[in-house]
């Protein structure tokens, strides 16, 4: 068969689950240009397509698996793909991502992405043989968890497709559903398995054998020999990533006072040594696990109760562990993949569980929940994926629970979304990326923790509020851009725009220097922004939760508050937005973003 | 200065002073030296000669360093030592004063020994390293005033092995004291651009790290923000910080540590920064 080898020639997918209709339409070259793909292309069909108010979980919302111009490339990461839709938790846009194998299989197809549109009657997955696709029945497997239901589906496809499938969580339309891939990789935040789950689709499956080009093979090929010496040379990762994995994060964060402690109660976790990514090395290492071109391998592989496990990573360590006051790491990784079992994002699961502790702590909630005590706690996580009890309840996120029980203070979120494991009363600028984030509480748009706690690429000092809306304005939008490439975080650690730039100026022939590629990542931050507008967020909602400007006790980040009036006025400032946090008409043409 | 990649990368010593070092890094040392244009590979006498050989067609300067890491040798055997590094093809001769003899105000013996190595390095440059952590600022002084006297070429920081590495405070006490036409590396802890642009600011026309390459690839990220290089809290950079009871001689110690008392920054001495 013939496939076109280049991203530009590669058609989107979309399919109507409601009428089984499928149909191919060219990547429109403007939107190429402007946006590139994966998260850019998303986000732009996204605006485009979808009315204002459209409920996220009706089947008049979009999901979009996008691809990127590198991915399957010889681009070290680029074998990730992204979700984007509109996130019934959050009610913002929302792109979640996932490393794996998946996203490479879906490219290799010959998709720059897939668009799901209404609702199938009968619950449905979708098989792409490379230009084969075919909507299957999926009957059987609907109830199955995540590991039965990859396995059943392989066995029914090719062993050698990639899956990604939602678990009972997802069917069952819980706020935190995750999309999972290669049983323990997982799309998370936002609840974008509920949207799958929405929609009577539970997987989609993944085969492709075509060949990927690139516009200037020896350009490309010059740039990643690069691209991979500099990440040889980088001691986060080279050093610290493959052998600890993001855990070695812990120690670091508790040294701080960062670590959040008890619903953030704390930024010090008395325990911290063994959940540490030194102890996870020392008593249950089995391996490491790299995702689709990666030379890093942050994955890790651990060894549990006699069987293999998946992670447990850093973000989920401290969500089911010191956030619920909880020091069991085997316990710990034995939650997570409950978790992944389930299809579930485990920051949102830990910090909500978090939250209801305090909730009963504070006596607003009665319910068999207490930190430090991991008692009935997989069976909550159970009954959170099964809509079961206060486990239905708790599925909504900490925002909806708080609030039910008259605390909403207590929910530690933005936007709806559950703030991760770093308390940003010890980073200023990371304090400003979770408040300004389009996807509410999020560590991944604009990850200063690099240069304030870090010191990637540099450190800053992490109390001082100014400069700070400057380096957040610049993460954003490099994440942004990096996003619609569709490649890893971490890569950022030793590559720069440039860097960036010239691979997939190499790969794409569409010539950009850094500062172009950080033009694509401000149009697709703006475009989002407006989105989020458009469904009637204000600068309102550019906020944390109260406990964040009230000091710490104690630890490394004791008597520290966000000074967020000051960073958040200047941020609007530089992004070019008024007062209100809107995009200015000037801005917009700036961008060539149509002015409505 | 108008600093750009290049011009940064010419002021970098790539450096490798490890005991374990093999000859594979030092063929990779000499290959990014090549690669990024860098001002010389820094080493140990044992690599000299092979250093030579791979950087012979390049610009790249072989630099070895004389009576390392201690400077505790007599003049003679350092003389000795630059005789056979320079007929080994080292460009450039790093060699540690004599600090003990320094702290003694046995300042002839000092002198011998710097005269020695340079009465010994025929065309190649020579670098005197003053191990600042031992010395306290009148010293410093001191010893920069020898060496430029002496006819060296460059006075430098610090080993790397010793109690502090290179700080802005003692680059620029030493460019101060040299005047403009002598050299001054800065050495030890380098490993950001920040930490290196503000060398360099301090006077440093030279920098000696181990990071150079991360240095010069992250000094890309220049161009993008100007927020990289705000103010960071006084004594994040200052050696008073730095300085290590274990390390230094206790009177050392102590007049660091008594600077913190009239520091008009002192409300800034915490430790959870």
Request: glycine share 10%; hydrophobic share 40%; proline share 5%.
């Amino acid at each position: 068969m013939s496939k076109s080898t280049l991203y530009a020639d590669t058609p989107i997918l979309h399919v109507s689950l409601s009428d089984k209709s499928i149909r191919r339409e060219p990547l429109p070259p403007d939107l190429y240009r402007q946006y590139l793909g994966g998260r850019g292309l998303g986000v732009k069909l996204l605006f485009d397509n979808l009315a204002p108010g459209t409920d996220a979980l009706s089947p008049a919302n979009l999901l979009v698996f996008a691809v990127g111009p590198s991915t399957a490339t010889s681009v070290p990461t680029a074998g990730r793909f992204v979700v984007i839709t509109k996130s019934p938790t959050t009610g913002t846009i929302f792109d979640s991502h996932a490393g794996g194998y998946f996203g490479a299989q879906l490219r290799r197809a010959g998709f720059a992405a897939v668009v799901l549109h209404g609702k199938s009657d009968t619950p449905v997955y979708l098989w792409i043989n490379d230009d084969q696709v075919e909507i299957r029945d999926a009957s059987k497997i609907w109830g199955k968890d995540t590991y039965a239901t990859t396995d059943a589906i392989l066995e029914e496809t090719d062993s050698k497709a990639q899956v990604a499938c939602i678990g009972p969580a997802g069917e069952n339309l819980g706020l935190m559903a995750a999309i999972m891939t290669d049983k323990h990789r997982a799309a998370g935040r936002g609840g974008v398995g509920a949207v799958m789950g929405s929609k009577n689709l539970k997987a989609i499956v993944a085969r492709g054998t075509g060949e990927v080009g690139a516009h200037d093979p020896e350009r490309l090929k010059t740039a990643v020999e690069r691209s991979r010496r500099l990440i040889k040379k980088n001691a986060v990762t080279n050093k610290s990533l493959p052998v600890y994995g993001t855990p070695v994060l812990l120690s670091v964060a508790n040294e701080l006072g960062m670590l959040p402690t008890n619903n953030f109660q704390e930024g010090t976790f008395n325990d911290a040594e063994g959940v540490s990514g030194e102890k996870l090395l020392e008593r249950f290492s089995a391996g490491t696990y790299h995702c689709h071109g990666c030379p890093i391998g942050c994955g890790r592989v651990s060894q549990i109760q006699g069987r293999k496990v998946g992670g447990p990573e850093y973000e989920s360590i401290w969500a089911l562990g010191p956030q619920c006051g909880i020091n069991d790491l085997e316990w710990i990784a034995i939650a997570n993949d409950r978790c992944n079992l389930l299809g579930m994002d485990t920051i949102s699961v830990g910090s909500t569980i978090g939250a209801a502790m305090e909730l009963v702590e504070k006596g607003k909630l009665d319910a068999p929940l207490k930190f430090g005590d991991t008692t009935g706690v997989l069976d909550i996580i159970d009954d959170m994926a099964h809509m079961r009890g206060i486990g239905a309840e708790m599925s909504e996120g900490s925002k909806r629970l708080a609030e039910r029980y008259g605390a909403p203070e207590l929910a530690m979120q933005v936007k709806g979304l559950e703030i991760p494991a770093y308390d940003p009363r010890g980073a200023q600028g990371h304090a400003l990326g979770y408040a300004t984030s389009n996807r509410g509480g999020c560590h991944l748009r604009s990850y200063l923790i690099g240069p304030e706690v870090l010191g990637s690429p540099v450190l800053v000092d992490r109390d001082r509020p100014d400069g700070k809306a400057d380096l957040v304005m610049l993460y954003q939008d490099l994440s942004a851009a990096m996003d619609c490439m569709v490649v890893c975080r971490f890569t950022n650690f030793a590559w720069t725009a440039d860097d960036y730039a010239e691979m997939l100026s190499a790969g794409t022939g569409f010539e950009l220097s850094g500062h172009d590629l950080l033009r694509i990542g401000e149009r697709v931050y703006n475009l989002e922004r407006l989105f989020n507008l458009r469904e009637g967020f204000t600068a309102k909602d550019d906020t944390l939760p109260p406990r964040f400007f009230k000091p710490l006790p104690e630890g490394g980040s004791r008597n520290r508050v966000v000074h967020l009036d000051e960073m958040l006025s200047e941020y609007y400032k530089l992004r070019g937005w008024d007062k209100e946090g809107r995009p200015t008409k000037d801005t917009l043409k700036k961008l060539d973003i149509p002015v409505s | 200065m108008d600093l750009t990649v290049e011009k940064l990368a010419k002021m970098i010593d790539h450096t490798v002073l490890k005991p374990e070092t093999t000859k594979a890094k030092i063929k990779q040392l000499c290959d990014e030296a090549t690669i990024y244009d860098f001002a010389a590979v820094c080493i140990n006498p044992v690599h000299a000669e092979y250093a030579a050989e791979l950087l012979k067609d390049t610009s790249v300067k072989v630099c070895v360093v004389v009576g390392f890491p201690l400077g505790a040798t007599t003049p003679e055997v350092k003389a000795c030592e630059t005789t056979n590094v320079v007929g080994a093809g080292a460009h450039e001769v790093d060699m540690v004063i004599n600090v003990g003899a320094l702290r003694d105000e046995n300042y002839d013996l000092v002198t011998r020994d710097i005269e020695s190595v340079i009465g010994a390095s025929g065309d190649a440059h020579v670098k005197v390293i003053l191990e600042t952590g031992y010395l306290k600022d009148d010293q410093k002084v001191k010893a920069c005033l020898i060496c430029k006297e002496a006819g060296a070429d460059f006075v430098k920081t610090s080993t790397g092995f010793g109690p502090m590495g290179a700080t802005p405070h003692d680059v620029r006490l030493m460019r101060e004291t040299v005047g403009p036409l002598m050299g001054v590396k800065a050495a030890g802890g380098i490993r950001s651009f920040k930490d290196a642009i503000r060398l360099i600011d301090a006077g440093a026309d030279r920098l000696g790290t181990s990071a150079g390459v991360a240095i010069v690839e992250d000094f890309r990220w220049v161009q993008y923000s100007d927020s990289w290089m705000a103010p960071d809290k006084p004594c994040w950079t200052c050696p008073s910080r730095m300085a290590n009871m274990a390390k230094q001689p206790k009177e050392v110690y102590t007049w660091y540590k008594e600077r913190c008392l009239t520091c008009p920054d002192k409300e800034h001495n915490v430790f959870n920064d």
